[in-house]
């Protein structure tokens, strides 16, 4: 009865009476702006302090669903729900200082409050408000990242509402008058002054530097855009190889890194930010040619056309045998008028035909040797060839003809880059190739190999964010309306292409130069053509002397 009592005094004193009254009222703004059932929070309310605040919001909210959690006793902890609104008493029965920031940790962790936006309100009485270990605690809830979050501080007789002000700096005072809107405004929006810290390493095309020492990339550009619409800037701390940037237990100004990964620890020390495009697995084979000399001197001309080639050389030969006599003899005027007009279309079209021809010849000098290699999947199958990776898990769940032909990297054996078809991320495949065939034992560029770009397997690509950053909510919705939107892939695709200009080698250009040079090879159907021609003129040496035999042989 005396419990009853003093619950009575507690609840009807004027003090309780306008913080019911707030609570409910913007709670029930909050909620209504929720697109979702929500699930509201509720940690430490056992005290004596605000022990009547459940029961109060129970009976008077109908809408929400309440969990309440006593974080100095023993708890079970609830499965993952959507809790945007947590209400959270600080009273003088609290922790003392060293463990306020683990405890705050523990309930944020509790509830799955960590990479979302949610609204915080903290309860407390007023001679706890001017204790040090209050400013510990709005110190604790800033450095857990925290923003949405207002302070209200209750006496027997009033309440009054803190918060923190735009840019998150400052404690300020509010009415308890004004809306949800007000205590909580969009401090997300407008980010001026705060830039994003990012970490990146030369991971081309997604960051690298160019010729003039610049970070560029197609991460940095996508940052930009989002920074850009935040009102703010981002600074980039680069380094050539990718560094451990989040530990547990350890603070950091880095919001987020470039770094791209799949692998997944149980409770990582970061949020997972999907940013950057699937990674895509596909299967790079050795070009390989197979040299083809008498095909190439059919190929300048169709068909059709050495039909009509063949038509006039016939013609053109029975007319020199034969109608040429007949019209000299018979016809000497016909053959006057008909007989030069014939020989300069005859060596017109012999002009034409040959410039053509050896236009056409010179211009396919490459055809003297056919691809041998597979150029799709299809095609890899029938082939004989292994596949090279280091990381043979990757592949346990793809096609068991594809899994069957991987072999492990031998050190003991010289690598021999003809023999084995390479694994390789599909957008990354110039830009790796070397350092991938570097580790095999002997480097080579991508103009050695062919990318069959048929993803084999695909997984999900993450980056780390900073998990007590507020900022990572709002930055993975930036990210996947500009995925949408299909300007992701497009500054994939477009910084791919730079990537390969910033980066081509001298080895590299070497190779590209000498791929568009003449070499004797070039010269061999030439060769053949000539070939050919001293066998035609030896063949018909060889009818002449037989037919002026057989003349004479008649004439006697």
Same mark, same amino acid.
């Given at each position: 009865?005396?419990?009853?009592?003093?619950?009575?005094?507690? $609840?009807?004193?004027?003090?309780?009476?306008? #913080?019911?009254?707030?609570?409910?009222?913007?709670?029930? %703004?909050?909620?209504?702006?929720?697109?979702?059932?929500?699930?509201?929070? *509720?940690?430490?309310?056992?005290?004596?302090?605000?022990?009547?605040?459940?029961?109060?919001?129970?009976?008077?909210?109908?809408?929400?669903?309440?969990?309440?959690?006593?974080?100095?006793?023993?708890?079970?902890?609830?499965? !993952?729900?959507?809790?945007?609104?947590? *209400?959270?008493?600080?009273?003088?029965?609290?922790?003392?200082?060293?463990?306020?920031?683990?405890?705050?940790?523990?309930? +944020?962790?509790?509830?799955?409050?960590?990479?979302?936006?949610?609204?915080?309100?903290?309860?407390?009485?007023?001679?706890?408000?001017?204790?040090?270990?209050?400013?510990?605690?709005?110190?604790?809830? $800033?450095?857990?990242?925290?923003?949405?979050?207002?302070?209200?501080?209750?006496?027997?007789?009033?309440?009054?509402?803190?918060?923190?002000?735009?840019?998150?700096?400052?404690?300020?005072?509010?009415?308890?008058?004004?809306?949800?809107?007000?205590?909580?405004?969009?401090?997300?929006?407008?980010?001026?002054?705060?830039?994003?810290?990012?970490?990146?390493?030369?991971? &081309?095309?997604?960051?690298?530097?160019?010729?003039?020492?610049?970070?560029?990339?197609?991460?940095?550009?996508?940052?930009?855009?989002?920074?850009?619409?935040?009102?703010?800037?981002?600074?980039?701390?680069?380094?050539?190889?990718?560094?451990?940037?989040?530990?547990?237990?350890?603070?950091?100004?880095?919001?987020?890194?470039?770094?791209?990964?799949?692998?997944?620890?149980?409770?990582?020390?970061?949020?997972?930010?999907?940013?950057?495009?699937?990674?895509?697995?596909?299967?790079?084979?050795?070009?390989?040619?197979?040299?083809?000399?008498?095909?190439?001197?059919?190929?300048?001309?169709?068909?059709?056309?050495?039909?009509?080639?063949?038509?006039?050389? !016939?013609?053109?030969?029975?007319?020199?045998?034969?109608?040429?006599?007949? #019209?000299?003899?018979?016809? &000497?005027?016909?053959?006057? @008028?008909?007989?030069? &007009?014939?020989?300069?279309?005859?060596?017109? *079209?012999?002009?034409? +035909?040959? %410039?053509?021809?050896?236009?056409?010849?010179?211009?396919?000098?490459? +055809?003297?040797?056919?691809?041998?290699?597979?150029?799709?999947?299809? $095609?890899?199958?029938?082939?004989?060839?292994?596949?090279?990776?280091?990381?043979?898990?990757?592949?346990?769940?793809?096609?068991?003809? @594809? =899994?069957?032909?991987?072999?492990?990297?031998?050190?003991?054996?010289?690598?021999?880059?003809?023999?084995?078809?390479?694994?390789?991320?599909?957008?990354?495949?110039?830009?790796?190739?070397?350092?991938?065939?570097?580790?095999?034992?002997?480097?080579?560029?991508?103009?050695?190999?062919? #990318?069959?770009?048929?993803?084999?397997?695909?997984?999900?690509?993450?980056?780390?964010?900073?998990?007590?950053? &507020?900022?990572?909510?709002?930055?993975?919705?930036?990210? =996947?309306?500009?995925?949408?939107?299909?300007?992701?892939?497009?500054?994939?695709?477009?910084?791919?292409?730079?990537?390969?200009?910033?980066?081509?080698?001298?080895?590299?250009?070497?190779?590209?130069?000498?791929?568009?040079? *003449? $070499?004797?090879?070039?010269?061999?159907?030439?060769?053949?053509?000539?070939?050919?021609?001293?066998?035609? !003129?030896?063949?018909?040496?060889?009818?002449?002397?037989?037919?002026?035999?057989?003349?004479?042989?008649?004439?006697?």
């Amino acid at each position: 009865m005396k419990q009853f009592q003093l619950q009575f005094v507690q $609840e009807h004193q004027a003090g309780n009476t306008i #913080l019911i009254s707030f609570l409910l009222r913007v709670i029930a %703004e909050l909620h209504s702006n929720q697109s979702n059932p929500a699930t509201i929070g *509720l940690a430490n309310f056992n005290t004596g302090d605000f022990d009547f605040i459940p029961a109060q919001l129970g009976k008077r909210v109908s809408t929400a669903t309440f969990l309440n959690i006593d974080f100095n006793k023993s708890y079970k902890k609830p499965s !993952a729900t959507h809790m945007p609104i947590l *209400l959270h008493t600080f009273s003088k029965h609290m922790v003392p200082h060293s463990t306020t920031q683990s405890q705050l940790n523990n309930i +944020l962790q509790t509830f799955n409050l960590f990479a979302k936006e949610k609204k915080v309100i903290v309860l407390v009485k007023a001679p706890v408000a001017i204790r040090q270990d209050f400013f510990a605690l709005v110190k604790a809830y $800033e450095t857990l990242g925290v923003i949405d979050i207002i302070y209200l501080i209750v006496t027997d007789d009033d309440l009054s509402v803190v918060g923190m002000n735009m840019a998150s700096t400052t404690l300020i005072r509010y009415n308890h008058s004004d809306k949800a809107q007000t205590l909580f405004p969009d401090r997300l929006a407008n980010l001026s002054s705060r830039p994003y810290y990012v970490a990146c390493y030369e991971d &081309p095309p997604t960051t690298f530097k160019d010729k003039n020492n610049k970070t560029i990339g197609s991460a940095i550009a996508l940052i930009d855009i989002i920074a850009k619409h935040q009102s703010t800037n981002a600074r980039y701390f680069y380094t050539q190889n990718a560094e451990t940037v989040f530990k547990h237990g350890q603070t950091t100004s880095i919001d987020l890194a470039t770094y791209r990964f799949i692998r997944i620890i149980t409770y990582p020390p970061y949020s997972l930010l999907q940013m950057s495009p699937m990674f895509h697995w596909c299967i790079a084979v050795p070009r390989q040619y197979r040299r083809i000399l008498h095909e190439q001197v059919v190929w300048p001309f169709a068909i059709d056309l050495w039909v009509l080639a063949g038509g006039l050389v !016939a013609f053109f030969a029975l007319y020199q045998s034969v109608l040429a006599r007949i #019209l000299a003899t018979r016809c &000497p005027t016909v053959y006057s @008028i008909v007989n030069i &007009p014939l020989q300069t279309l005859k060596i017109l *079209l012999l002009f034409l +035909l040959s %410039e053509y021809y050896t236009a056409i010849l010179s211009s396919n000098l490459g +055809l003297s040797q056919l691809p041998a290699y597979p150029k799709t999947l299809t $095609e890899f199958y029938l082939t004989k060839l292994s596949i090279m990776y280091h990381h043979r898990r990757i592949l346990t769940e793809i096609q068991s003809q @594809i =899994s069957s032909r991987v072999v492990v990297v031998n050190t003991t054996q010289p690598y021999e880059p003809s023999q084995f078809a390479i694994l390789q991320l599909c957008d990354r495949f110039r830009h790796t190739i070397g350092k991938t065939t570097k580790l095999y034992g002997k480097q080579t560029s991508h103009h050695q190999f062919h #990318l069959i770009a048929e993803p084999i397997r695909s997984l999900l690509s993450l980056s780390p964010f900073r998990k007590s950053s &507020p900022r990572f909510s709002r930055f993975q919705q930036y990210v =996947s309306r500009l995925n949408e939107a299909g300007i992701g892939d497009y500054l994939w695709r477009q910084w791919n292409e730079k990537a390969s200009d910033e980066l081509s080698s001298g080895e590299e250009d070497t190779d590209e130069r000498n791929t568009s040079m *003449l $070499e004797l090879d070039h010269f061999v159907p030439v060769f053949i053509n000539g070939c050919y021609l001293y066998i035609v !003129a030896f063949a018909v040496f060889i009818m002449e002397h037989a037919v002026y035999r057989i003349q004479r042989a008649f004439n006697n």
